[in-house]
């Protein structure tokens, strides 16, 4: 892994694959913003199935490239849509440790690391497709260095992108040392996930 990320091309099962696209019908999406990011529906975590497998492979995977430890605690998929919002350099919150890992399901779009939030500061971008995953470093309380990568993601250019995440929320059990280095807001935000049920389509 170098500049913090990594970008795994093949290898992620394109059953699994299928099995996340056919999991996320379950959810609601949620619009957070009307000016960044995609619609969010949190998943379940911990029931068996297409979210715990695919978390099981990321942090295989995560291990492989350096990434130790990563247990992923928190499962989401975000839709973007074409005209819709994408994301501005940004880093993930400090409360997400060890990985980020992103799988694009369906749809394509511009995905790009950059060195700093700056749009021009660009290390590498390039258009990320189904199957693609990126795992990128997470939060470490080193005071003299922050491993998280800036990144950046566009909309679509036409239809949607469905995309899965894993991530781990120190504020999760089993508790963390590494929670007496967050703000009053960055603790108040990882319990507010930690204590969200997944976002499950009522019953028709
Ligand atoms: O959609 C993506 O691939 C990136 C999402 C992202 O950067 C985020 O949710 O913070």
């Known amino acids: ?11 992620f099962p394109t059953a699994l694959a299928d099995a996340l ?3 996320a019908q379950r959810y609601e999406f949620r619009l957070w913003s009307q000016r960044k990011g995609g619609a969010l529906a949190l998943a379940a975590r911990d029931e068996p199935g297409a979210t715990r497998d695919a978390a099981a492979w990321l942090a295989r995977a995560a291990a492989e490239h350096g990434l130790p430890g990563f247990a ?13 919002n994408g994301l501005p350099p940004h ?3 400090r409360y997400y440790a060890t990985c980020i890992a992103i799988v694009t ?5 511009t995905f790009a690391v950059h060195a700093s939030r ?17 795992l990128l470093r997470g939060w470490t309380p080193d005071p003299d260095t922050d491993p998280r990568p800036y990144h950046r993601i566009d909309p679509p250019v036409s239809g949607e992108r469905l ?13 963390s040392p590494w929670l007496e280095h967050l703000t009053t807001e960055e603790l108040r935000q990882a319990a507010r996930l930690v204590e969200s ?8």
């Not at 992923?72 to 819709?84: D, F, K, L, M």
């Not at 399901?105 to 779009?109: D, E, I, K, Q, Y």
């Open 1 to 11: 892994m170098q500049n913090g990320y990594a970008v795994l091309r093949t290898g």
């Open 21 to 23: 696209v056919a999991d």
């Open 72 to 84: 992923p605690n928190e499962v989401s998929y975000q839709r973007y849509t074409a005209g819709g």
């Open 91 to 93: 880093r993930d919150q």
């Open 105 to 109: 399901l369906r749809g394509s779009a």
């Open 118 to 134: 700056d749009p021009d500061d660009v290390v590498d971008q390039w258009t990320t497709v189904p199957g693609e995953v990126i």
């Open 163 to 175: 995309m899965f995440q894993a991530r781990q929320n120190i504020a999760g059990p089993p508790r």
């Open 197 to 204: 049920q997944p976002y499950l389509r009522p019953a028709e």
